[in-house]
């Protein structure tokens, strides 16, 4: 049974009152500026000494004395809190004593939510005012802020600033390394002696597959940059006999892929691809294929998420991938996406929804 948001009303009628209607509009309409007050609650501590006070709360001036902010800055930025409902007054105390709200707790305490506030913060928030001139040149306009040099951020990875990596690959892996528990059992129910990894980024998938089957030989595709890392890190695991690396640009017309494997993995992979560009890529997996070869796609399809919070933040990478990532993908729903691998002559065979907390999809394609 499908059980997606998608097979719901949610984006088919337009119930919300009009005075509800209007709030969320203000929401957006100031939304860059909350988010920052958030970030400063965050970093100079205050959301969290909060939190820490438990039921009974503080007041400004006693927040004030324990961050040397001054009360001024402690109201600028509780007042709008309380207006987010991140914060709240204590209701039993006869003076006014701020305690954290449920989306407080969210904000601090959440994997999802810390990834996400992160990853925005850090990769996407300056380069975000690009976003329109995105649109219309179709080239991550807002990449431009990290440096000139770059046509797409994956260029750019290995030589980002610490903080703004750290950001970013933990964005990544806590999308799909939720899936792997998940996804291991049904990939070695074939029992594949080799696995193409492509895109394989650090290894983290490579690594689970050789924690996983202890015969297992894997192949990594990527950019030189990420070849490098991924080498690195098998080598901490004791897996540089089991995982090999094949640096390349899989769009270039002179790359050809390891052949005659018996899987082909891509996690979260093919969304940092137009949908002409996906069909290019399978084409040139088809190529190294043999009929026995199953190729693996994971993804979070937008369409095919449980909650509406997670379809949000799905639909939010769009835009990521938009003004930063390489102006020319996004995420996809699930029939375009099939569509597009099967136009490179794959046939769908078996599709796994709801893996992991994120609600990943597990695609079977085999040669047509």
Avoid at 54 to 79: A, F
Avoid at 233 to 238: R, S
Avoid at 280 to 305: C, F, G, M, N
Wanted: hydrophobic residues 40%; glycine residues 6%; charged residues 25%.
């Amino acid at each position: 049974m499908d059980k997606s948001l998608f097979t719901t009303d949610k984006y088919k009628k337009d119930n919300i009152r009009a005075i509800d209607a209007r709030f969320e509009a203000q929401k957006i309409a100031f939304s860059p500026m909350t988010f920052q007050a958030i970030r400063a609650l965050l970093e100079l501590g205050i959301m969290k000494l909060i939190e820490d006070s438990g039921e009974e709360g503080l007041t400004t001036s006693e927040i004030s004395e324990k961050t040397g902010i001054s009360e001024y800055g402690v109201k600028v930025l509780t007042e709008m809190a309380l207006g987010m409902n991140v914060l709240k007054f204590n209701a039993e105390s006869e003076v006014e004593k701020l305690v954290l709200g449920k989306i407080g707790w969210f904000l601090l305490n959440d994997d999802l939510t810390v990834a996400n506030f992160n990853f925005t913060n850090d990769i996407c928030y300056e380069g975000a005012f690009k976003l329109k001139d995105s649109i219309v040149s179709g080239k991550p306009e807002g990449l431009k802020v990290f440096g000139d040099q770059w046509t797409t951020v994956y260029e750019a990875l290995s030589t980002l600033p610490e903080r703004e990596k750290k950001s970013w690959f933990s964005f990544d892996h806590f999308y799909s390394d939720v899936a792997f528990p998940e996804a291991l059992p049904i990939v070695f129910g074939k029992k594949p002696a080799t696995i193409v990894d492509i895109g394989g980024n650090t290894a983290k998938w490579s690594i689970a597959c050789c924690k996983y089957n202890p015969d297992v030989h894997m192949t990594i595709v990527d950019l030189p940059g990420q070849t490098a890392v991924a080498e690195e890190n098998a080598k901490k695991e004791g897996f540089e006999n089991r995982i090999s690396t094949y640096a390349t640009n899989v769009l270039s017309e002179s790359t050809v892929l390891p052949e005659n494997p018996d899987a082909v993995w891509m996690s979260q992979f093919l969304d940092c691809f137009s949908l002409h560009q996906v069909t290019k890529i399978l084409k040139k997996v088809r190529k190294a294929s043999t009929e026995k070869t199953t190729v693996y796609v994971l993804e979070p399809l937008w369409d095919h998420q449980r909650f509406e919070g997670n379809a949000y933040s799905v639909m939010a990478t769009s835009l990521y991938f938009t003004c930063i990532a390489n102006g020319n993908s996004k995420m996809y729903r699930y029939q375009e996406l099939v569509d597009a691998i099967e136009e490179a002559g794959f046939e769908l065979k078996t599709a796994h929804h709801n893996l992991g907390t994120q609600a990943y999809s597990l695609l079977e394609f085999k040669i047509k």
